[in-house]
């Protein structure tokens, strides 16, 4: 049985090209969700939060917030479908998005994940 | 065919010049982003789930070949080679850069098209019936007074800041294809007992949250005095619309709240207290525009065409086209082509780069370059020969255009719903899809007759729900998409806004709903009998029964 770790994620829309990102381990953003640090204590959101409000005045991202998700083997999925369809691309053109790209979650957008 | 003027070309212009400014001090960081959001909506692009997305305004669904192969080059070249057309009759491409945004609206810029006035509190884009000017139940080419008002409110000071967005839909036809009564102005032109031509104006219709149907201020309106009563109708509007509440602040709510007697005196008392208005320049400047929608130079024709009935008798196929797709034309030997954007299966509304350059092509060829949208999110050519229609219909069947559902159970309204939008409950597209397969046949449709099933993601209502004969509401249950549905509405003449049948629906359950709904509608209906015809007289007792009994 594999282990279960809930937390929040945090994600944003880059700047210079909307495209969808999530705030990494490393401090930077990436386009891949399994890149994301998840914070399993309401205080590492916090503080997860006001970092990406400095990126937010840094001009790098715009409109960044904290979304539920949960790390199973080493992927991480969110837990509303509207999250895990940003982090994958429209469930209606799989040629395109982040599943196209090779960026997308481990996790399909429909349950049964 | 419409173009701009010199006066609209240098305005937008400096409208594209002014946007590279801002986007380029927002990337460096001089401005913020609530300094930003509203100057990028104003030029219609919005943050959406996966991108920026850039709504362009299609003036009353009018479009020339030269415009469509733009869009195809800008969907090729900035965007993932599609967009999208909605229900508003505008494009949407959904992969947008901001970088590459000046870019796209000079190229806009280019074929006089533009992204203004797609969004915020301001009076949008003026819509109209798609087949305006070519429609043979036609009274007046309504585009002109579209357009006039187009003018008339453009930046207009007094009404850029309303209390909140502002729909006019004008319709020239006594059958209404622009849904007149559900905009916060209709306009319908229509004749007195004398012959003359005037406008019934509709004020406080609407969709979204509060869906109501308009009501009448003016049963006849000369058309000389429309302007300066439009404007008695934003003044009172401007007075006392509500501010202080955004669910509140619409203008169907002021009349409803008001009541219709009470608005329609306020308005006529505005409107009385005016000095009277010079309407000379008025008339002077919607002949001047009137001269730009001149019909194209129609051969004289014959009304029937033997190379048009050959091929009909000869291929099915296209017979089946014709009977759906296919619609009469005011001049002889012409008609109206219906090119549906809904394949089996397929994404409502949307078409690819290639799709738009064959109709250009074929607009080209065939309908003296222009092209329509439709608010039903099909492309329209609207002048096409009788005798071309077969090489029309081969071309389109070349390319899945050729759909033979027009105003069917296939010819499904979605919004972008929850695969795009950022305000979306639900996904919208899916449902349209699994139900588009599951009534594919041509013969079952035909069977069911004129449905319109609509389907939106979120009760702001972009996919019309509420107006169709079933409506599909994408809800969020604790995290579980539903769907919720209406039956009984209607945008057309009869007007009506659909009622909740019962409790909703997992995605997967809709379509079986809907074939349940169709068959009590089947088993029960009378000789000839629309879907619509029989809930109305039927009520909704036999259909839920059908949907709820337990077995
Ligand atoms: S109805 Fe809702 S989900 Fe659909 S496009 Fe409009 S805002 Fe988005």
């Given at each position: 049985?594999?282990?279960?770790?809930?937390?929040?994620?945090?994600?944003?829309?880059?700047?210079?090209?909307?495209?969808?990102?999530?705030?990494?381990?490393?401090?930077?953003?990436?386009?891949?969700?399994?890149?994301?640090?998840?914070?399993?204590?309401?205080?590492?959101?916090?503080?997860?939060?006001?970092?990406?409000?400095?990126?937010?005045?840094?001009?790098?991202?715009?409109?960044?917030?904290?979304?539920?998700?949960?790390?199973?083997?080493?992927?991480?999925?969110?837990?509303?479908?509207?999250?895990?369809?940003?982090?994958?691309?429209?469930?209606?053109?799989?040629?395109?998005?982040?599943?196209?790209?090779?960026?997308?979650?481990?996790?399909?957008?429909?349950?049964?994940? | 065919?419409?173009?701009?003027?010199?006066?609209?070309?240098?305005?937008?212009?400096?409208?594209?010049?002014?946007?590279?400014?801002?986007?380029?001090?927002?990337?460096?960081?001089?401005?913020?982003?609530?300094?930003?959001?509203?100057?990028?909506?104003?030029?219609?692009?919005?943050?959406?789930?996966?991108?920026?997305?850039?709504?362009?305004?299609?003036?009353?669904?009018?479009?020339?070949?030269?415009?469509?192969?733009?869009?195809?080059?800008?969907?090729?070249?900035?965007?993932?080679?599609?967009?999208?057309?909605?229900?508003?009759?505008?494009?949407?491409?959904?992969?947008?850069?901001?970088?590459?945004?000046?870019?796209?609206?000079?190229?806009?810029?280019?074929?006089?098209?533009?992204?203004?006035?797609?969004?915020?509190?301001?009076i949008?884009?003026?819509?109209?019936?798609?087949?305006?000017?070519?429609?043979?139940?036609?009274?007046?080419?309504?585009?002109?007074?579209?357009?006039?008002?187009?003018?008339?409110?453009?930046?207009?000071?007094?009404?850029?800041?309303l209390p909140r967005k502002f729909k006019i839909a004008?319709?020239?036809?006594?059958?209404?294809?622009?849904?007149v009564k559900v905009h916060d102005i209709g306009l319908r032109?229509?004749?007195?007992?004398?012959?003359?031509?005037?406008?019934e104006v509709i004020v406080g219709g609407g969709l979204g949250r509060t869906p109501l149907i308009g009501v009448t201020v003016r049963e006849?309106l000369?058309?000389?005095?429309?302007?300066?009563y439009l404007e008695a109708i934003m003044r009172v509007y401007n007075l006392y619309g509500r501010r202080?509440n955004?669910y509140k602040a619409r203008i169907k709510i002021l009349v409803h709240e008001l009541g219709p007697e009470k608005f329609r005196a306020e308005v006529e008392a505005e409107y009385?207290?005016?000095?009277?208005?010079?309407?000379?320049?008025?008339?002077?400047?919607?002949?001047?525009?009137?001269?730009?929608?001149?019909?194209?130079?129609?051969?004289?024709?014959?009304?029937?065409?033997?190379?048009?009935?050959?091929?009909?008798?000869?291929?099915?196929?296209?017979?089946?086209?014709?009977?759906?797709?296919?619609?009469?034309?005011?001049?002889?030997?012409?008609?109206?082509?219906?090119?549906?954007?809904?394949?089996?299966?397929?994404?409502?509304?949307?078409?690819?780069?290639?799709?738009?350059?064959?109709?250009?092509?074929?607009?080209?060829?065939?309908?003296?370059?222009?092209?329509?949208?439709?608010?039903?999110?099909?492309?329209?050519?609207?002048?096409?020969?009788?005798?071309?229609?077969?090489?029309?219909?081969?071309?389109?069947?070349?390319?899945?255009?050729?759909?033979?559902?027009?105003?069917?159970?296939?010819?499904?309204?979605?919004?972008?719903?929850?695969?795009?939008?950022?305000?979306?409950?639900?996904?919208?597209?899916?449902?349209?899809?699994?139900?588009?397969?599951?009534?594919?046949?041509?013969?079952?449709?035909?069977?069911?007759?004129?449905?319109?099933?609509?389907?939106?993601?979120?009760?702001?209502?972009?996919?019309?729900?509420h107006?169709?004969?079933?409506?599909?509401?994408?809800?969020?249950?604790?995290?579980?998409?539903?769907?919720?549905?209406?039956?009984?509405?209607?945008?057309?003449?009869?007007a009506?806004i659909?009622?909740?049948?019962?409790?909703?629906?997992?995605?997967?359950?809709?379509?079986?709903?809907?074939?349940?709904?169709?068959?009590?509608?089947?088993?029960?209906?009378?000789?000839?009998?629309?879907?619509?015809?029989?809930?109305?007289?039927?009520?909704?007792?036999?259909?839920?029964?059908?949907?709820?009994?337990?077995?």
């Amino acid at each position: 049985m594999s282990i279960t770790e809930k937390g929040q994620a945090m994600t944003a829309n880059r700047l210079r090209d909307g495209a969808v990102v999530f705030f990494t381990r490393s401090g930077d953003w990436s386009e891949a969700i399994d890149a994301a640090v998840l914070a399993t204590e309401p205080q590492a959101a916090r503080a997860l939060e006001s970092r990406g409000k400095d990126d937010e005045r840094a001009t790098l991202v715009t409109g960044v917030y904290l979304f539920d998700a949960e790390r199973r083997d080493g992927h991480i999925r969110a837990l509303h479908i509207r999250e895990r369809i940003r982090t994958l691309g429209p469930t209606v053109r799989l040629d395109l998005g982040k599943q196209a790209e090779g960026l997308g979650g481990a996790f399909p957008a429909e349950n049964g994940g | 065919m419409y173009r701009y003027d010199e006066f609209d070309y240098q305005f937008v212009r400096d409208r594209t010049a002014q946007f590279a400014d801002q986007a380029r001090r927002r990337l460096a960081g001089e401005l913020t982003e609530d300094e930003f959001r509203p100057l990028r909506l104003m030029n219609g692009l919005y943050l959406q789930l996966h991108a920026y997305m850039l709504r362009i305004a299609i003036p009353y669904g009018t479009l020339s070949s030269r415009q469509m192969r733009q869009l195809a080059m800008i969907a090729r070249r900035w965007d993932k080679n599609y967009g999208h057309f909605t229900t508003r009759q505008n494009i949407q491409f959904n992969w947008i850069k901001l970088e590459d945004t000046p870019e796209i609206l000079a190229a806009l810029a280019d074929v006089e098209m533009h992204a203004i006035q797609t969004s915020g509190n301001c009076i949008r884009n003026v819509t109209t019936d798609q087949w305006a000017g070519a429609a043979a139940d036609e009274i007046a080419d309504p585009r002109p007074v579209a357009e006039l008002i187009r003018q008339w409110s453009s930046l207009h000071p007094e009404f850029s800041y309303l209390p909140r967005k502002f729909k006019i839909a004008v319709t020239g036809a006594p059958n209404d294809r622009a849904a007149v009564k559900v905009h916060d102005i209709g306009l319908r032109l229509h004749k007195n007992d004398k012959g003359e031509a005037g406008w019934e104006v509709i004020v406080g219709g609407g969709l979204g949250r509060t869906p109501l149907i308009g009501v009448t201020v003016r049963e006849f309106l000369p058309q000389h005095e429309l302007i300066a009563y439009l404007e008695a109708i934003m003044r009172v509007y401007n007075l006392y619309g509500r501010r202080d509440n955004k669910y509140k602040a619409r203008i169907k709510i002021l009349v409803h709240e008001l009541g219709p007697e009470k608005f329609r005196a306020e308005v006529e008392a505005e409107y009385a207290r005016r000095p009277k208005q010079e309407t000379e320049v008025e008339e002077r400047e919607l002949a001047r525009i009137a001269a730009y929608f001149a019909p194209p130079q129609f051969e004289r024709l014959p009304r029937w065409s033997p190379r048009f009935e050959e091929a009909r008798l000869a291929n099915p196929a296209f017979a089946r086209w014709v009977r759906t797709n296919v619609a009469a034309h005011f001049a002889d030997g012409y008609a109206i082509a219906n090119i549906s954007l809904k394949p089996e299966g397929g994404i409502p509304g949307d078409a690819t780069s290639e799709q738009m350059e064959l109709v250009a092509d074929l607009a080209e060829r065939h309908s003296f370059s222009e092209i329509r949208v439709s608010h039903a999110q099909n492309l329209v050519l609207p002048h096409v020969k009788r005798d071309d229609l077969f090489d029309l219909w081969q071309a389109l069947s070349g390319a899945g255009l050729a759909a033979s559902n027009l105003g069917l159970a296939g010819d499904i309204i979605a919004c972008p719903g929850l695969d795009y939008c950022t305000l979306a409950t639900a996904r919208s597209i899916p449902v349209a899809q699994a139900i588009s397969r599951k009534f594919a046949d041509y013969d079952r449709q035909q069977d069911i007759g004129p449905l319109k099933i609509n389907i939106s993601g979120c009760i702001n209502a972009c996919g019309h729900h509420h107006v169709g004969h079933i409506g599909i509401l994408g809800l969020d249950k604790k995290g579980e998409e539903y769907y919720q549905i209406t039956l009984g509405g209607s945008s057309a003449t009869s007007a009506s806004i659909g009622q909740i049948i019962g409790p909703g629906f997992a995605g997967h359950d809709v379509p079986d709903a809907i074939e349940k709904i169709l068959d009590t509608y089947l088993k029960h209906r009378q000789p000839g009998e629309e879907f619509l015809a029989a809930y109305r007289r039927l009520g909704a007792q036999p259909f839920k029964e059908a949907l709820y009994a337990a077995h």
